[in-house]
C-alpha cells in the first residue's frame, strides 16, 4: 500500500487527458475531414446512409469539444469523452461501414476508459497521503 501512495497518480493523470485530448482532437479533426469530403473521403460521407452520417456529425463535435475539456482538465471534459467513448462502442456494431474511425477495435476505447477510472481513483484515494 505504501508503494501505490507513492505512485504520481496525479501527474500521470493529467499527462494522461492531456495525451487523449491530441488523440481526441485528432479524432474530431478527422470526422470534419470525412464531413467536408478531404483527401480520400471525397464521397464517403454523401454516399454513407443516414445512420452513419449522424454518427460522423456527432463524433466530430463531441470529439472536438471532448479534447477541449480534457486539455483543459475540467472534470466535463472527461464525461464528454466517456460518453463518446460509450457510444463509439456502442455504434461499433451497429452501423454498417462503421470502419472510418482511426481506432477500429471497441476494447481499445475502453482500455483507455478503464486507465483513466483507475488513475483518477488513485489520485483521489492517495491525494492526501504525503510520501
Do not use: C
Not at 33 to 49: C, D, K, R
Not at 55 to 80: E, Q, R
Amino acid at each position: 500500500m505504501e508503494a501505490l501512495a507513492r505512485f504520481p497518480f496525479e501527474k500521470t493523470r493529467i499527462v494522461f487527458m492531456r495525451v487523449m485530448a491530441a488523440v481526441w482532437m485528432a479524432e474530431g479533426l478527422f470526422a470534419w475531414a470525412i464531413i467536408l469530403g478531404i483527401g480520400p473521403y471525397e464521397t464517403v460521407y454523401q454516399n454513407s446512409a443516414l445512420q452513419m452520417r449522424l454518427a460522423i456529425s456527432g463524433f466530430a463535435l463531441f470529439n472536438l469539444i471532448a479534447s477541449v475539456g480534457l486539455w483543459m482538465l475540467a472534470s466535463w471534459g472527461a464525461v464528454i469523452w466517456l460518453l463518446t467513448i460509450a457510444m463509439a462502442i456502442i455504434l461499433d456494431g451497429t452501423i454498417a461501414d462503421s470502419n472510418l474511425d482511426p481506432i477500429e477495435w471497441p476494447w481499445v476505447y475502453a482500455a483507455l476508459a478503464l486507465v483513466y477510472l483507475i488513475l483518477l481513483a488513485g489520485a483521489r484515494r492517495f491525494r492526501d497521503v504525503k510520501p
